[in-house]
Each structure stands twice: as C-alpha cells, then as structure tokens.
C-alpha cells in the first residue's frame, strides 16, 4: 500500500471515528433528555391526580403515602373496567377509599369517575375525570361548567335513601339537565354502584396488601 493510500485510509479511519463518537453523543443525549421528560410528565401527572384526590380527602388528616398504597380490582359491580383504590389513612387506621376511574359509558362515550368514600361511608365527593358528552347539553357534569358535580359530596347510601339514589326524573332526588337525563343518570347509578361495593368490600380493600409495583403515574 502507498504513502498516499496509506494516508487516505487513515483520513477515513478518522472521520468514521469522529461520526462513531458524535452517533454515540447524540444516541445518548435523547435517550437522556427522554427520559427526563418522561419523569416530568410522571410528575405532573402524579400532581395533578393528588390535586383531583384532596378535594375529596382532608390531606391534613392523611399520614400515609396513598399513591403507593394501591390496589386494582376487577369486578363487574363496580366497573367494567379495573379500578385502582387508593388506600388513605389516619396513623394506619382506614381513613377514605379514592376509586379512580370508575367507568360508566355516558350518552357519547365512556365517563371516567373519581370517587372517593370516607371509612363511615360517606362520599368525600366525585370528579369527572374525562367524559365525551355534549357541550351545552351532557357536559354539565364537569366541575368547570356547573356544581352538579359537587351535589355528591356528603351524601352515603342511607343519604338520601337507596331507593332515592336515582335523578328526579325517575323518582330520586339529583339533578337532571334540561333536555340531557341519561348522563346524570348513568353518574349516579355509578355513585351508588361504588357506595354498594364500598359497603359489601371495605373492610376487604382496606386489609389487601398493597401492590408492590404501584404505576409511576396514575390517570388522573
Ligand atoms: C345531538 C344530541 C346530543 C345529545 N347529547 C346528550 C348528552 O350528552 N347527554 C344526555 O343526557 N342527553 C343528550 N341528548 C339527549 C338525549 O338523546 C335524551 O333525549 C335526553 O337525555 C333525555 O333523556 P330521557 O328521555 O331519558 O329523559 C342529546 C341529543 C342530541 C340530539
């Protein structure tokens, strides 16, 4: 091999380690900036879920972690999806329940509920997680748009009634919209699924060993 070829090789050599190492570098760099971005977004949706959780729980009185005090359950009486219960409580003692989401397909699509339930049984309240229903007409359900939302807080299966847990349209005492009914009632049946199963499964829930792998970021 010449001088010259010699040379050449080299040169190649050189820029093909160069290309190597900055391939490597910027390989790297996303891999990092990914992964911090992933956190972030973890976080701010851990945030943001806590924020949904302490309007429904007193956060002064709650002294354990309850985002890794969870556990998932799968059974048709209370949703047809899983739901993750979020364990809060008092010095160890059972505090509240957080159901998050209880799923319930509204008039357009499926109505992801947070439902959260004092050990005494009584709704700490319910938020409207995501929902498809129509603006001006089903959408009231969200706490931005209107206090419906809000008529839950306080009340437990034996307030009112459980034969009055229907709208009143159908004989209970909640709230229909005008011209929009079957998403309200298809909240509060979910409501009072959720109170049914809390009363039949509290002390249950409550004792299962929690989930070892908790997800980093909950849906909020
Ligand atoms: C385009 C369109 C959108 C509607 N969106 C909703 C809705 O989001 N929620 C709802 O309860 N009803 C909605 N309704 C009305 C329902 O079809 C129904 O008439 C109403 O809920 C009253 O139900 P009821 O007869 O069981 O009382 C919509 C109707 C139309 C035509």
Redesign the pocket.
């Known amino acids: 091999m010449g001088e010259e070829q010699k040379q050449m090789l080299r040169e190649i050599l050189l820029s093909a380690t160069i290309l190597g190492v900055f391939g490597i570098l910027g390989a790297a760099l996303v891999a990092i900036t990914w992964s911090a971005t992933e956190e972030r977004i973890a976080a701010n949706q851990r945030e943001m879920f806590l924020r949904n959780v302490y309007k429904l729980v007193p956060k002064e009185q709650v002294t354990n972690e309850l985002l890794k005090d969870v556990i998932t359950v799968n059974d048709p009486r209370l949703s047809a999806r899983p739901v993750r219960v979020y364990r809060a409580r008092h010095d160890g003692k059972p505090l509240a329940l957080i159901f998050s989401p209880v799923e319930s397909p509204?008039?357009?699509g499926p109505i992801r509920l947070m439902v959260g339930i004092g050990a005494d049984g009584v709704l700490g309240g319910v938020r409207v997680l995501s929902h498809q229903?129509?603006p001006g007409?089903?959408?009231k359900i969200d706490e931005q748009k209107s206090d419906w939302i809000l008529s839950f807080s306080g009340k437990s299966l034996g307030n009112p009634p459980v034969e009055k847990w229907k709208v009143k349209?159908d004989g209970g005492i909640f709230d229909?919209?005008t011209?929009?009914?079957?998403?309200?009632?298809?909240i509060v049946a979910a409501v009072k699924r959720t109170l049914l199963y809390f009363q039949q499964e509290k002390d249950r829930l409550f004792k299962l060993p929690a989930e070892t792998n908790p997800p980093n970021a909950p849906n909020h």
């Open positions: 509204g008039y357009a229903e129509t007409l089903g959408d349209k229909q919209f011209g929009a009914t079957i998403t309200p009632r298809k």
